[in-house]
């Protein structure tokens, strides 16, 4: 069974649990030089094309199974 949850993280945060997750969206919080992350481009080309992005604080909505939440609820960052 697949639920839906938002959480607050950092784009590096986020990085790590992609492959977890069904479906996901991300909105940038924090894009403070303007230039920032494209939204919904959940790809590690994207970051690496901003030197700021591991910091840069996003609002995800994830949606996954049980496990996965689990796991994105246990990961401090």
Known sequence: M???RYYLTTFAAWQRHTHRCA????IVLDASDGK???P???SR???ASSPDAD???ILIVVTAD???HIALENDPD
């Open 55 to 57: 910091t840069t604080l």
């Open 2 to 4: 697949t639920g839906r």
């Open 40 to 42: 919904n481009a959940g």
């Open 23 to 26: 479906e996901a969206h991300f």
């Open 36 to 38: 920032g992350i494209t």
């Open 66 to 68: 049980e496990a996965a």
């Open 45 to 47: 080309a994207a970051a």
